[in-house]
């Protein structure tokens, strides 16, 4: 099994074509080109010849010589279809470690890998540019990830059809969380991350479910491996279960409301599944800004609920989090949203593991 960062797989022409025409052109002595059509010709050249060095000679479209060439956004993803696809699998990680995947900005060459995979996993709604990206080539090598499980709402509550035996709403209803998510929805154009809170990871059950999900995917592009796939997606399952009853017993040993503040609201599902109660200095959106009227706010449950420690996030500008909680003498620490992969020594239990330590000790 391999996994890149970013790759382009063969691209749909033929390079010894393109090369001739752009020299045919440039050569003719009826016109010639202008300068502009002459650095553009330059470029298709170039874009040519690059293209074909990162392209595997033969492969059929979606497949090379390492197995199904998957494409994913978020390490999350990375993580699971590693796992269930093992040496099966090729996997291109299009996000870059330890910057926003929120951001995800597209290059020519990651439009065309995405199209030519064999499968991509999408979140719709996380991403803008893979939303587009797989809407200008076609969803037929798309999985939809967020189909295989209950998602949460953007203002971090379960969808009325939805049931959870965590009991996270009881926590996360809290009056002045419902109007910020408000002020948010009327405020903020850029990233629209529709209806749903993309971010799944934070849930290990979640997680399990959408393995399945892959595995039975990954089995209609590569019958022959179905039963690898199914075992793979069983022993992730069995892996993710003991975290979610380790996270739970420790979790459960803390009374009360169990608050932290986020530099925005990503924890969501970590919330919904412990009986946690997040409270985000920005909503499920990083780049919204805060208002004066939310951090005052924020200082007021921070007083209320004797917040100890106002979390940052590694992807994220640590400085509003850090402001705030010099201004009110509390501590500020990171948390890993888990978006990238910033340690090839911690893997996803890992972090989650991690995370749990330092909320815990928030509260202690």
Request: hydrophobic share 40%.
């Amino acid at each position: 099994m391999t996994v890149r960062t970013s790759a382009a797989r063969q691209a749909p022409f033929d390079l010894r074509s393109t090369l001739r025409l752009v020299r045919m052109i440039v050569m003719s002595p009826i016109s010639r080109p202008s300068r502009r059509s002459l650095f553009t010709l330059t470029g298709l050249g170039a874009g040519a010849l690059a293209l074909a060095a990162c392209a595997d000679g033969g492969s059929a479209a979606g497949s090379s010589g390492d197995g199904i060439v998957v494409v994913t956004s978020n390490y999350p993803l990375t993580y699971l279809v590693t796992r269930v696809g093992g040496d099966r699998v090729e996997v291109t990680d299009l996000a870059t470690p330890g910057a926003d995947a929120h951001g995800l900005e597209l290059s020519v060459r990651q439009v065309l890998a995405v199209q030519e995979a064999g499968l991509v996993l999408q979140i719709p709604g996380y991403q803008a540019s893979l939303d587009d990206a797989i809407s200008s080539g076609g969803d037929d090598n798309v999985l939809d990830v967020s189909a295989a499980i209950d998602m949460l709402s953007g203002d971090g509550h379960a969808h009325e059809d939805e049931t959870s035996d965590s009991g996270g709403s009881e926590h996360g209803s809290h009056e002045h969380d419902d109007e910020h998510a408000a002020e948010e929805d009327e405020s903020h154009e850029g990233h629209d991350h529709g209806p749903n809170d993309p971010h799944l990871w934070h849930d290990p059950l979640r997680m399990a479910d959408i393995a399945d999900a892959i595995a039975a995917r990954l089995a209609e592009i590569e019958p022959d491996s179905a039963d690898a796939f199914t075992a793979a997606a069983g022993e992730v399952r069995t892996d993710l279960e003991e975290l979610d009853a380790e996270l739970s017993e420790q979790y459960a040993s803390v009374d009360g409301a169990r608050t932290f503040i986020t530099s925005h609201a990503a924890y969501a599902y970590l919330a919904d599944r412990y009986d946690l109660h997040q409270v985000g200095i920005a909503g499920v959106d990083p780049e919204t800004e805060p208002s004066p009227q939310r951090l005052l706010e924020l200082e007021q449950v921070i007083a209320d609920e004797g917040v100890t420690t106002i979390f940052f996030e590694t992807t994220a500008s640590p400085k509003v989090a850090q402001t705030l909680a010099e201004n009110v003498g509390v501590t500020s620490e990171e948390l890993d949203n888990l978006e990238t992969r910033l340690s090839e020594d911690a893997d996803y239990p890992a972090v989650m593991r991690e995370n749990s330590r330092k909320l815990l000790e928030s509260w202690a």
